[in-house]
């Protein structure tokens, strides 16, 4: 895939300037997928321009390879000070709806963090569930060197939550389209029903009749595990190089 210009540390820079001490880059990946989790990376990166040379490969996590950010998952947590995911399943989608559900699945990545954020830098809109101080800047996973950052952590946590899931819910083929709308996708929804990871009240079929969504879905914990999947208590390499011997979706994953 072509390369795009490499982010910087230019946001993080002004927001110390202005007094912050700790800006953490969030962005989310799944927003648009009819099945799954929307998910969400929060990181925060040192006051050290030496920091851009280290990262110099991130990008837009929709601009490379799957291998090329499968290759940058250990520096950006070397070189970060913290980074964590967070989750929101497809039943508080179907509960509060998309925005909402985004929004909430960037505040418990940012609750995960090990050091405490008192700015926020997000990708294309701001979070209205945090009262932190905080910019929103469009197509800041390609000028913000944290939020690109986080574009790639949340994109391969997801992948391999999906790929985790197709096994569970095999049919749709999850792994290979991560719960996205393709052709063969809606072809699964339309021979077999909707799953229970499926997101009920978006139109699965294409044909513009919203389906309703459950009555008496409220907010759900966070799957086990998807608050601090980078931070603690899941070795990277196992996260990463496809086994699944340590990490909770041996066990079926929870809408």
Not at 20 to 36: F, I
Not at 58 to 81: E, Y
Request: charged content about 25%; aromatic content about 4%.
């Amino acid at each position: 895939m072509s390369q795009s210009r490499q982010p910087d540390l230019a946001f993080e820079h002004a927001a110390r300037r202005a007094g912050a001490r700790h800006p953490a880059g969030v962005d989310e990946v799944g927003r648009g997928a009819l099945a799954g989790p929307v998910v969400s990376a929060a990181v925060v990166l040192p006051d050290d321009d030496r920091v851009i040379e280290g990262l110099a490969g991130v990008r837009d996590s929709k601009t490379l390879t799957a291998a090329a950010r499968l290759d940058l998952v250990p520096l950006i947590r070397a070189a970060s000070l913290a980074c964590a995911i967070g989750q929101a399943s497809a039943a508080e989608v179907d509960r509060l709806g998309v925005a909402r559900a985004t929004e909430l699945s960037m505040c418990r990545a940012l609750g995960a963090l090990k050091v405490h954020p008192d700015y926020l830098l997000v990708d294309g809109y701001p979070n209205r569930l945090d009262p932190r101080p905080q910019r929103a800047v469009v197509k800041g996973d390609r000028l913000v060197l944290s939020i690109a950052a986080a574009s790639v952590l949340a994109k391969v946590w997801r992948d391999a939550y999906m790929i985790a899931l197709a096994s569970c819910v095999p049919g749709y083929g999850l792994d290979r389209h991560k719960g996205y709308g393709t052709d063969q996708h809606r072809a699964a929804i339309r021979d077999r029903g909707p799953s229970a990871w499926h997101r009920l009240s978006w139109d699965l079929l294409g044909t513009r009749k919203v389906q309703p969504s459950l009555p008496g879905l409220g907010l759900e914990p966070v799957w086990p595990g998807a608050g601090a999947a980078l931070g603690q208590g899941l070795r990277a390499a196992t996260l990463f190089s496809g086994r699944t011997d340590d990490w909770p979706s041996r066990r079926e994953p929870r809408r």
